[in-house]
């Protein structure tokens, strides 16, 4: 797939921020063995592995660029990205609830609620593509930035029957925010709630007036 007929799409998610992956790298990527750096690596072929120490890399340089401090590759953001990105993948389509909304599949994942920011992409043939695509991008370079993030989590899953043909997902988030994991959309109901729902009775009252729980 040529830079001429690779077809670009972004799309940036929000839930009180959204993440953005952008950046540039003081140093050359690593090449690998057959001599390519590995950030030009292709991921529409079969078998592509996309370098994540790279991408995590080359957001801590942007970050470290404009006084913030870097980003560590998280595996569960590893996972929740792959998750997403194959989700896309399956669907053919660009979108951050193809597999839930972003609250939901924060709750099933059990990572935290707050401090937490997803970007999604698609039709990037490579790692470099995908960045300088993230980069341009205000929202998602301004989200990227984001001071407190120290968490990264990037995928890439190919997607060959599709107009986009690969798709991408990366996390950033903030291990230290103090808010609480996601919940359920349905909160827990509580003994003391179903305690508190239960009307008063007389003394001798027939069991057939009791309620529990709002049930008779």
Not at 129 to 145: E, I
Request: aromatic letters at 6%; charged letters at 15%.
């Amino acid at each position: 797939m040529t830079s001429s007929t690779t077809l670009r799409a972004l799309r940036c998610g929000l839930l009180g921020a959204a993440a953005a992956l952008a950046g540039c790298s003081s140093q050359a990527p690593a090449p690998r063995p057959g001599g390519t750096p590995s950030v030009y690596q292709s991921q529409t072929a079969p078998g592509a592995r996309l370098d994540k120490q790279a991408a995590a890399d080359m957001v801590s340089e942007f970050r470290r660029g404009r006084g913030l401090p870097p980003v560590t590759l998280d595996a569960s953001l590893n996972r929740f990205a792959e998750a997403q990105a194959s989700a896309m993948a399956a669907s053919g389509k660009l979108s951050h609830d193809v597999a839930g909304s972003l609250k939901s599949r924060i709750a099933a994942s059990g990572i935290r609620n707050g401090g937490f920011y997803e970007n999604i992409g698609a039709g990037h043939d490579n790692l470099a593509d995908a960045f300088t695509g993230w980069r341009s991008s205000p929202p998602h370079m301004k989200n990227m930035l984001q001071p407190k993030a120290d968490r990264v989590g990037i995928a890439a899953v190919r997607a060959p029957g599709s107009r986009y043909e690969v798709f991408w997902a990366m996390e950033l988030s903030n291990s230290n925010d103090p808010r609480p994991m996601a919940s359920a959309d349905r909160p827990a109901v509580t003994a003391a709630q179903i305690n508190n729902s239960i009307p008063p009775f007389p003394i001798g009252a027939s069991p057939a007036g009791i309620y529990v729980g709002g049930m008779r």
